[in-house]
């Protein structure tokens, strides 16, 4: 969208607002290439196939290299031969008909259209080469009497297709960093922002695609019969995740300082290292190291274990992570009062249970710390059995405990089901109050636009939700026009619409506290001693601070 592009309220397409066209318009009318191109191949038609078209071949052209990995070790190879020649069938069709499909309709594409011989064009253009090359192979084997196994390495070239993808988000991250430095370039690469485009998203989706690479392999390797199979396989997917995540690492604090609140060459990258997301990354790729300079002093196998924390950095990005933490701060007094009253309940389970059992089963009740595992399980209602009581008295008071622990166990998890569903209520109500803010001139400026991009994208909101959003706030801003015009008293003589001037009011209050600087109102207000405490209770209810 141009960055001084104004939408106005009766023009407004929710969808195209969001960026998430539901269906292509196209018209059946077109000629049957043109309507082809523009359904399959077509990156300027939003909502048509060709983002889908690009999805697939890239998840097949992944599949294909580890064939060709899994290829190399007999133990895997011969056993499953047949799949696996099927397998190579199923991708030299769907390549052979991509390429086709490219070739007659290159006198559609903008890339080969102005030239005499659109096609020949195509041919010889080096994307064009590389998927002829990717399936010559397959075919000079199946109707040539030679041996051409030695081809059968250009399947490699399968892998360069992927850069169909690439290439064009290269050429966009270009243009939307055209005269920026290497340090804004690299920071617009691994951190999200107006620069990164297309391709630090690629970027995102790269790493995360090795994260669950790696943790796969950890967890593979504790089989001993893959392992010992694929034991190079496992050393060599892990050495080269560890230099991407190290690479993604250093860049991440290379550029750092572009972030705000990061300035400064030491301090700052400093903050970023101690950030629980870089912390992550510390760990991902600190076991490796060790155990190659350490190995002869200590044995550190043990670490490898750690690899495991991989998985935690894909909660770099993850809403749900920080509306997590953002929920467990809020709800924390009442979270650690639950938790207090499950310790002293705990540990007067587990000295009952030592005490009415431990005569009769002294080698389960052995001392109360033994038995704090009962209590745990009993409290719990998992009851795995190995240790049970057999006294008349144990049984009874395990039945009363059980069903007491049903409801006492069950209070952190009903906390955080309910602050859950209040943050969400209240980020929605924030996200509603601040339509009302970018809707109240009837026009919605570029940067409003990318704000409501952004929250939607954040809150998980489809064009509908959207759309209803938008339809309730501008019948509120109606409704409110209308009772501005009224005195009170005549407001206060309709329930209905002294409701609504009462929702509106406080929607404009939250308004006001979120266009003031944090703390301001109640720092000036304390100082001036201008609200009562049930004022200023009032005030942070509704700005959602208590």
Known sequence: MDNNKTIYLKDLNVASLLGKEEEAHISSDLPMRKWLFSWLLDPTIPGNMQKSVDKWLGILIVANLFTLMFEHVPAVFEPNKAWFHWFDIFSVAVFTVEYLMRLYLAPEDP????????????????????????????????????????????????????????????????????GRTFRQKVHALVFPSKFGGELQKIFDVFIGVWVMLSVLAVILESVHSIHYILNLQFVILDGVAVAIFSLEYFMRLYACVEEPGHKGSFMGRFKQAKSPATFIDFIAILPFFLEVFLNHLLDLRFLRVFRLSRLLKLTRNSDATEVLFRVIAREWPVMGAAAFIMGLLLVLTASLGYLLEHDAQPEKFENIPQSIYWAVITLASVGYGDISPVTPIGRAMTSVLALLGIGIFAIPAALLASAFSDELIKDRENLKANLFAILKDGKIEEKEAQFIREEAARLHLTVAEVNALIDTVVKDKELEDNLKALPIHTIAQRPEHAIEYFKTSISELRQLGMQMTPGKFEETAKASDRLTASEMALWQQIQGKS
Request: aromatic residues 14%; charged residues 20%; proline residues 6%.
């Open 111 to 178: 890339e080969f259209n102005t030239k005499k011989h659109a096609r020949l064009g195509f041919v010889s253009s080096p994307f064009a080469i590389i998927d002829f090359l990717a399936v010559a192979p397959f075919y000079l084997q199946a109707f040539l009497p030679v041996d051409l196994r030695v081809l059968r390495a250009l399947r490699l070239l399968r892998i360069l297709k992927l850069f169909r993808i690439v290439v064009p988000a290269y050429k966009d991250f270009q243009v939307l960093n055209a």
